[in-house]
C-alpha cells in the first residue's frame, strides 16, 4: 500500500472541490503534507473537517490564471515556505460544451488558461533547483479521456487535454535523467461537482458505465500510485481511469 510521511510534502491545485479534494485527503490519509491550492476558503474549512489529520493540510488562496507568467516564482516561493516539494498535482479545470459556430476565442482561451498552460508554467517551476526533492520527485497533471474520444461540443476542453498530455510527455522525455517524473491521468466521466452542473448528460452518462460512474477517489488512488516510490520507473505516461468501451 502506497504510503507518504511527514517530511514529504504535495502541492495540490483544485484542492477544494472534486477529484482534487479527493487527491488532497488521500494524500493526507497516506501520511504525507498537503498544500492545497484554491480560491474558496469555505471549501477549504469544510475540506479540514474531512482530513484524518487536518494539521498536515495548508491553504493557499490563489487565482492561478491571474498571473501565469509568474507561476515559477510562486512554485519558489511555495518550496521556500513548506520545504523542497515531493510532487504536485494539477487538478484545477473547468469544461464548456459549445458548437463551432459558438466558439469564441475569449472563452476558448480561458479553458486553455486552466486546463493547460497553469500546469505548464507550475512544471517549469517545479524543476527549479531547490523547489522539488530531488530524484524520485514527482509531477502528476490531470486530463481527461477528452484527449483522445472528445464528445460532441468538448472542442476546446478536449483540445486543452490533449495539449496537456503531449506536453507532459515531452516535458517527462527532458527531465528522465534528472529522475524528476512526470505523467498525466486521464479520467472518463466521474462524479464531481463539475459534471452534476449538467444533470441531463449525467442521466445518459450512468447507462455507459456497467461498473458505475467513476468516484473521485477511483482517480485519487492513481495519483497517489505515481507520485509514489512505487512508481519510480514510470515516466512520460498517461493513464486513462475509464470504463474501456467509452
Not at 518550496?79 to 460544451?97: D, M, N, P, R
Request: aromatic fraction near 10%; charged fraction near 20%; proline fraction near 4%.
Amino acid at each position: 500500500m502506497v504510503q507518504f510521511n511527514s517530511n514529504q510534502v504535495f502541492v495540490v491545485t483544485g484542492a477544494t472541490s472534486g477529484i482534487g479534494e479527493a487527491v488532497a485527503i488521500d494524500i493526507n490519509a497516506r501520511g504525507g503534507v498537503v498544500v492545497g491550492i484554491g480560491r474558496n476558503k469555505e471549501a477549504f474549512d469544510a475540506l479540514i473537517k474531512k482530513l484524518e489529520a487536518p494539521e498536515r493540510l495548508f491553504f493557499e488562496q490563489k487565482d492561478l490564471t491571474e498571473d501565469m507568467a509568474s507561476l515559477p516564482k510562486y512554485m519558489e516561493q511555495l518550496s521556500q515556505k513548506y520545504g523542497a516539494l515531493f510532487g504536485v498535482v494539477c487538478s484545477a479545470g473547468i469544461t464548456e460544451t459549445l458548437p463551432l459556430r459558438a466558439v469564441n476565442f475569449s472563452e476558448t482561451k480561458k479553458i486553455f488558461d486552466i486546463n493547460f498552460f497553469v500546469p505548464l508554467m507550475m512544471a517549469k517551476g517545479f524543476v527549479q533547483k531547490g523547489v522539488h526533492a530531488g530524484k524520485g520527485s514527482s509531477f502528476v497533471s490531470v486530463s481527461s479521456i477528452a484527449y483522445q474520444n472528445a464528445a460532441k461540443g468538448l472542442i476546446s476542453y478536449g483540445g486543452s487535454k490533449a495539449a496537456l498530455v503531449a506536453s507532459m510527455q515531452a516535458i517527462a522525455k527532458e527531465y528522465a535523467a534528472e529522475e524528476i517524473r512526470f505523467n498525466t491521468v486521464s479520467p472518463g466521466d466521474i462524479d464531481t461537482p463539475m459534471t452534476q452542473n449538467i444533470p441531463e448528460i449525467m442521466d445518459l452518462i450512468k447507462y455507459k458505465y456497467p461498473l458505475g460512474l467513476g468516484k473521485p477517489q477511483d482517480v485519487a488512488n492513481v495519483v497517489s500510485f505515481l507520485l509514489s516510490d512505487e512508481a519510480q520507473w514510470i515516466t512520460g505516461q498517461n493513464y486513462v481511469v475509464n470504463y474501456t468501451n467509452c
